[in-house]
């Protein structure tokens, strides 16, 4: 009997032994005190981080060549690639059921058809300020905050403006900048806005029809820079070593950009096979022997059945490990402007970096570390590989959000019924139970925003099933954290919280009311403890 | 330790369902529950966890239903659920089941027929092992077996000929005096 029958007949066997326990469908209904959280892990999934100094950045792009063809030129080389690419990681409506999305799935229930209208105007004007004037008309699609202020970023229809020859804009603290995008697309959205004391860099996506098309943008001196990706990027001998076109998170140190995020492997096989190998269907990069020049095609049972001498295609070595990598472990590349060197990642097989920040004492790394079987913290130096952190094991939980915040590495995590921010000094994690803090029995605990910087950190909960809809978690220090309702009157019962952001003011919520978005704060005192000022007097407003 | 049991939780969560909605949930529970169970009952090595698994991914699959149900392979999501919800479970609980070992399996299959398989089954981590049950034992296609655990068609490929190495090696070791 082969290798196949004696699976079936003992897998069979074995679960013939196992009982089945009905629970009668009646009986499948909402779990009393069920805790979810909203927040969104991107970068599930397979991971890539590219790390490339902004004087590399047109090295690091395949064509046009020069930054200033990148400005107003046409798409990089291989753009056309992208054409049947997914939405971003970021940005997919789909429930993903991965162990960090499951509960994004509350969200993308929501059914657009049902959302509620707007409340009375009157109403919304007594909580909501408007926007500083300055402010392009636009939405804002995201807002961050910093020590200087406010960023705000708009979020508008492209195709409109592509007809007139210009593209999407940004528009930070008041001065509107134009990104170039000479082909048109129904939507531009930012994703990710990110920024040194001397880097700052947006990214997001277009979308049009059935085409995805991340874009990253960064401002120097000569203004914003901005290129669609893929990112096609190379080595020293022009091979390409990683063709990120999802982005799941951007961070900035310095005056270094990194990305996490997706490549798409195929994109590579298609122009590497011939019609024949494409249509089984079936091929992968082999990994089994570690031979990084040999293409390896599965068939369905997992058979071996033809294996491709990549070298004879035209293809190196370090093109096919990067690729091969590419297919089941994150990996980095590191691009530096002067010289171009492919950095392994530390990361152990299987692990997956679910989020980046940048700070004084490096880079670090969130993610899952599949042979510890726990989430763990990766921290990077500049030169040298990733290192898991000595105490670097979270107490629990694969973090949602990570950031530091006068140097104390602050994660939120929203896992199963327990929702806690964690924190770490110079000792080991230590936690706070915001669920337990909060004081009241909720069916559920939906982290809706959170931020980390110097200024402070704060999430918004929403409950389900208390009075008090929205609370506000904050700290100055990352240590110690306040946890209480917003006032009164902050968010319309018909509004939601979108997005906030932490200053040395206080906190800004970013509030959607039937579409229409405004920015309301900042909040101080007791609602929030980042901001020490006229705390006695904010008190009662709480 | 165990977890809750399926029984205590259906106790104090008991309501009626709607009526449009439990009609097309209720026929898919039926299809699908044991075998996404017995799955993931040898998929982690342990028929209770496995059990509770896919009460908690059928609650979620049921308070998302009008979702879930559109999806290819609804039954997929349930299993990666569930799979996720385990892993967080055990993460939760300290225990490490990357590698069980033969005497971990369920004590309720003294006897194994085909002892050399079983103990290799046993010794695939759940990666791997999960693969194996989902193309063996509920015989889905690499498409469905790519979704349900959330990773490209050629990544199913190449699990499942790693783990069959692995199983053959792991027997040939086991015959070797």
């Known amino acids: 009997m082969n290798l196949d029958d004696r699976l079936r007949r003992e897998l069979q066997r074995q679960a013939g032994h196992i009982e089945g326990r009905a629970l009668g469908p009646a009986s499948i209904v909402t779990t009393a005190g069920r805790r979810t959280r909203r927040t969104r892990i991107v970068g599930a999934g397979l991971a890539a981080c590219l790390v490339f100094g902004l004087g590399g950045l047109a090295v690091a792009l395949r064509s046009p060549s020069s930054t200033s063809e990148l400005q107003a030129g046409p798409a990089p080389q291989g753009a056309s690639q992208v054409e049947n690419s997914q939405p971003s990681a970021g940005t997919t409506d789909e429930p993903d059921p991965s162990d960090e999305a499951l509960a994004t799935t509350e969200l993308d229930d929501t059914n657009p058809g049902e959302s509620e209208a707007p409340s009375n105007p009157a109403e919304t004007n007594e909580a909501v300020p408007p926007a500083p004037a300055s402010w392009a008309p636009a939405q804002l699609g995201q807002i961050s905050g910093s020590v200087e202020g406010i960023v705000g970023l708009a979020q508008l229809d492209a195709q409109e403006r592509a007809s007139a020859g210009t593209g999407m804009s940004i528009q930070t603290s008041g001065n509107a900048v134009e990104l170039p995008d000479p082909r048109p697309a129904k939507t531009a959205t930012i994703d990710f806005v990110a920024s040194s004391p001397t880097t700052t860099v947006a990214a997001g996506h277009h979308r049009s029809n059935a085409a995805v098309t991340p874009w990253l943008a960064v401002w120097s001196d000569e203004g914003w820079v901005a290129t669609r990706l893929p990112l096609p990027v190379e080595d020293s001998a022009s091979n390409l070593v990683a063709n990120v076109v999802e982005l799941s998170a951007v961070s900035v140190e310095g005056d270094t950009i990194y990305l996490t995020g997706q490549e798409r492997t195929d994109l590579r096989v298609d122009q590497l096979l011939d019609d024949d190998v494409l249509a089984s269907g079936s091929w992968q990069f082999g990994t089994a022997t570690g031979d990084m020049s040999t293409l390896t095609v599965f068939d369905e049972d997992g058979n071996v059945s033809e294996t491709i001498d990549l070298p004879s295609l035209g293809v190196s070595a370090a093109t096919i490990e990067a690729w091969e990598r590419g297919t089941d472990q994150p990996y980095a590349v590191q691009i530096q402007p002067n010289s171009t060197e492919r950095i392994d990642a530390g990361l152990g097989f299987g692990t997956i970096l679910s989020d980046i920040i940048g700070s004084p004492r490096g880079l670090f790394g969130v993610g899952f570390d599949a042979a510890l079987f726990e989430p763990v913290l990766w921290r990077k130096v500049d030169g040298e590989p990733w290192k898991a952190t000595a105490t670097g094991v979270l107490a629990h939980g694969t973090a949602d959000t990570l950031g530091t915040t006068n140097d104390v590495i602050v994660a939120i995590t929203a896992q199963g019924p327990i929702l806690t921010v964690q924190f770490r000094a110079d000792g080991p994690w230590q936690e706070v139970n915001l669920s337990d803090q909060l004081g009241v029995s909720a069916s559920e605990y939906l982290v809706t925003a959170a931020e980390i910087n110097d200024s402070g950190a704060a999430l918004v909960i929403e409950t389900v099933g208390v009075v008090e809809r929205y609370w506000l978690a904050s700290s100055l220090d990352g240590i110690a954290w306040t946890t209480a309702p917003l006032p009164a009157g902050t968010v319309a019962p018909t509004a939601s919280v979108v997005d906030l952001a932490v200053t040395s003011a206080g906190v800004h919520l970013l509030v959607d009311q039937g579409g229409v978005r405004d920015v309301v704060g900042p909040l101080s005192g007791a609602c929030a403890s980042i901001a020490t000022e006229a705390q006695t007097e904010a008190a009662d407003e709480c | ?177």
């Not at chain 2, 097309?24 to 169970?37: K, L, Q, R």
């Not at chain 2, 225990?95 to 971990?104: G, H, N, Y």
């Not at chain 2, 498409?143 to 027997?171: C, F, I, N």
């Open chain 2, 1 to 177: 330790m165990q977890p809750t049991s399926a029984a205590a939780r259906a106790t104090v969560a008991r309501h009626a369902a709607p009526p449009e909605v439990a009609s097309g949930f209720d026929v898919f529970y039926d299809a699908h529950h044991a075998p996404v169970a017995k799955a993931l009952a040898l998929t982690l090595g342990d028929t209770e966890l496995g059990f509770e698994a896919t009460d908690e991914a059928m609650t979620r699959a049921y308070q998302r239903w009008g979702t879930v149900r559109t999806y290819d392979n609804p039954a997929g999501w349930v299993y990666r659920v569930g799979l996720n919800w385990a892993r967080s479970f055990l993460r939760r609980k300290k225990r490490v089941t990357s590698s069980p070992d033969l005497e971990e399996l369920p004590t309720h299959d003294p006897a194994p027929s085909d002892p050399a398989l079983a103990q290799a089954l046993a010794r695939l981590d759940p990666k791997h092992r999960s693969v194996v049950v989902l193309r063996y034992l509920l015989d889905w296609s690499v498409d469905q077996t790519a979704d349900a655990l959330g990773v490209a068609p050629g990544t199913v490929k190449s699990r499942l000929h790693r783990a069959l190495e692995q199983l053959e090696r792991t027997m040939r070791e086991r015959d070797t005096p």
